[in-house]
């Protein structure tokens, strides 16, 4: 009632509406009141009010005139706040008592949480039935049982990964294992060896191996392409096979498999120069042939060139003949790899032989053939391949002779082994070519090996007896002195 009174306004207003007095304010600095809707409804009817309201402030006036005896108005006022004023007033309390009541609440909860949680932190986990909360065991239990079967699967694990181990440790071929970002995952003995490196594990396949096509593959590959290709390593070839791993739709890794094909590929190498050099022999005598007989046939040829080309064409075929034979030996030779079929034989008898049948050649160049070593000399061998080793020996040292030249054959008996050497005193052989004589249709002066009918094979054919009898065949050669073949053959 008293706060009431404070905010009472109380004003005296004549009829000309002047303030005669108020308790708020000096009344004579106040405006005429005289339209003020209250005062006029007081001096029309006696009484009068009216509301009035502040916006800025949120305030709200209610005004309240009564014309007095004496013709002067008594107005009372008072102002109350409205609804959004008082929210004004209570906002900030508000917020206040909120921050207050969130921070008492966060410590509070931080308090409770962690004198909750630190039990269940100090939960040992070998020992569940001794933790605080009794509504945890059946929880810690089966997080027991899941502990034995995570250990259980990880000694399972384990093993399988030491079986893998050990099988590919004992593998031949290199292997490597591959993440999808081309990490190593495993990597075998073989393959370490292989790339020159002593671990793997971890690192990508680009830094394993330096080798560009080797890099592109298993780029493929991880891109879900399976690719093969070639690596060459320490003077090895290796075949590489790249394999995706496929996990349904993407790629998971890849599996690299290092095979090692440095014979295979020797010999396919051979093979190919071998096929190649053939064709290119028996091409070269039949064009000859083609040629001089076509003249011969279209009457192109003079009469008195009929005969000289006919022999020509005799001496080309023969020379085809012999070229096919050698290689038929060869080939002969190569399928008898796999019948190891020896038998004891007079090593000395079969020299003889073999001399006897080159006789006339020898005396057709004036070369004499001396045979030495032990009559009753025995060797347990391919008598066919040996027969074939020491008629091609022989026959180069005749036609590599000089007229009136010498041959000496001696045949020794070393401890394991026989050996067959083969000295003449003919051209020799220049130092670079002694390696290349051995070569598959190589011949050291082309021409001149034509005349003599050579076909570039008998050495081939030597050093492939020498080696199916687990022997060796070397050269000793000096030009314009002679030439000593030492073939040794194991028995
Ligand atoms: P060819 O049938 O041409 O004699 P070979 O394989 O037997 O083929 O010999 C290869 C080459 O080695 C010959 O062409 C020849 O140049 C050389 N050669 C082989 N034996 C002798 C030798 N005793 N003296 C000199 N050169 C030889």
């Known amino acids: 009632m008293k706060d009431s009174l404070k905010t009472l306004r109380v004003s005296i207003i004549n009829e000309r509406g002047e303030v005669l007095f108020d308790n708020r304010t000096d009344s004579s600095a106040l405006e005429n009141h005289l339209e003020r809707p209250e005062v006029i409804k007081a001096l029309q009817n006696g009484v009068g009010e009216s509301e009035r309201v502040s916006d800025t402030l949120g305030e709200i006036t209610y005004y309240y005139a009564m014309r007095l005896g004496n013709e002067n108005i008594l107005r009372l006022a008072l102002t109350s706040h409205n609804v959004t004023a008082i929210l004004y007033t209570f906002v900030p309390i508000a917020i206040l008592c909120l921050a207050l009541s969130a921070g008492i609440a966060?410590?509070?909860?931080?308090?409770?949480?962690?004198?909750?949680?630190?039990?269940?932190?100090?939960?040992?986990?070998?020992?569940?039935?001794?933790?605080?909360?009794?509504?945890?065991?059946?929880?810690?239990?089966?997080?027991?049982?899941?502990?034995?079967?995570?250990?259980?699967?990880?000694?399972?694990?384990?093993?399988?990964?030491?079986?893998?181990?050990?099988?590919?440790?004992?593998?031949?071929?290199?292997?490597?294992?591959?993440?999808?970002?081309?990490?190593?995952?495993?990597?075998?003995?073989?393959?370490?060896?292989?790339?020159?490196?002593?671990?793997?594990?971890?690192?990508?396949?680009?830094?394993?191996?330096?080798?560009?096509p080797f890099f592109e593959h298993a780029k493929a590959c991880l891109n879900g392409q399976k690719s093969e290709g070639i690596l060459q390593r320490n003077e090895c070839i290796y075949q590489v096979l790249f394999n995706p791993v496929l996990e349904e739709e993407s790629v998971g890794g890849a599996?690299?498999?290092?095979?090692?094909?440095?014979?295979?590929?020797?010999?396919?190498?051979?093979?190919?120069?071998?096929?190649?050099?053939?064709?290119?022999?028996?091409?070269?005598?039949?064009?000859?042939?083609?040629?001089?007989?076509?003249?011969?046939?279209?009457?192109?040829?003079?009469?008195?060139?009929?005969?000289?080309?006919?022999?020509?064409?005799?001496?080309?075929?023969?020379?085809?003949?012999?070229?096919?034979?050698?290689?038929?030996?060869?080939?002969?030779?190569?399928?008898?790899?796999?019948?190891?079929?020896?038998?004891?034989?007079?090593?000395?008898?079969?020299?003889?032989?073999?001399?006897?049948?080159?006789?006339?050649?020898?005396?057709?160049?004036?070369?004499?053939?001396?045979?030495?070593?032990?009559?009753?000399?025995?060797?347990?061998?391919?008598?066919?391949?040996?027969?074939?080793?020491?008629?091609?020996?022989?026959?180069?040292?005749?036609k590599y002779n000089r007229e009136g030249g010498h041959i000496t054959v001696s045949l020794t008996d070393m401890e394991g082994s026989v050996r067959i050497s083969v000295t003449d005193t003919g051209i020799g052989i220049p130092k670079a070519a002694?390696?290349?004589?051995?070569?598959?249709?190589?011949?050291?002066?082309?021409?001149?090996?034509?005349?003599?009918?050579?076909?570039?094979?008998g050495l081939s054919i030597v050093k492939h007896v020498a080696e199916f009898h687990g022997g060796s065949v070397r050269l000793e050669s000096e030009v314009n002195v002679g030439t000593t073949v030492v073939v040794d053959i194991q028995h």
């Open 434 to 457: 002694l390696d290349r004589v051995f070569e598959r249709f190589y011949r050291v002066d082309k021409s001149r090996s034509k005349k003599t009918g050579g076909t570039g094979l």
């Open 255 to 398: 599996v690299v498999l290092l095979i090692d094909v440095t014979d295979k590929y020797a010999a396919e190498t051979q093979r190919k120069a071998f096929s190649a050099n053939v064709s290119h022999e028996l091409k070269t005598p039949l064009t000859t042939i083609a040629a001089l007989s076509e003249m011969i046939s279209d009457g192109t040829a003079k009469d008195m060139d009929v005969r000289p080309f006919a022999q020509k064409i005799l001496l080309q075929s023969r020379r085809l003949i012999y070229i096919i034979d050698d290689i038929i030996k060869l080939s002969a030779f190569d399928e008898a790899a796999f019948q190891k079929e020896f038998t004891p034989f007079n090593l000395y008898g079969l020299a003889n032989t073999v001399i006897s049948s080159l006789q006339e050649n020898a005396e057709e160049k004036n070369v004499a053939i001396t045979l030495k070593g032990d009559e009753e000399l025995t060797l347990t061998a391919n008598m066919r391949m040996i027969d074939e080793l020491l008629y091609n020996l022989l026959d180069n040292a005749i």
């Open 106 to 212: 966060f410590v509070v909860a931080r308090r409770l949480t962690q004198r909750i949680i630190a039990p269940i932190n100090n939960i040992n986990l070998d020992a569940p039935e001794l933790n605080e909360y009794e509504e945890l065991v059946p929880l810690l239990k089966k997080i027991e049982t899941q502990k034995q079967e995570i250990s259980m699967q990880l000694a399972e694990t384990r093993q399988r990964s030491e079986t893998i181990l050990t099988i590919t440790g004992s593998m031949q071929e290199g292997l490597l294992l591959l993440n999808e970002k081309g990490n190593v995952l495993l990597a075998n003995e073989s393959a370490l060896h292989i790339l020159d490196i002593d671990d793997a594990v971890g690192k990508n396949v680009i830094v394993l191996c330096r080798d560009l």
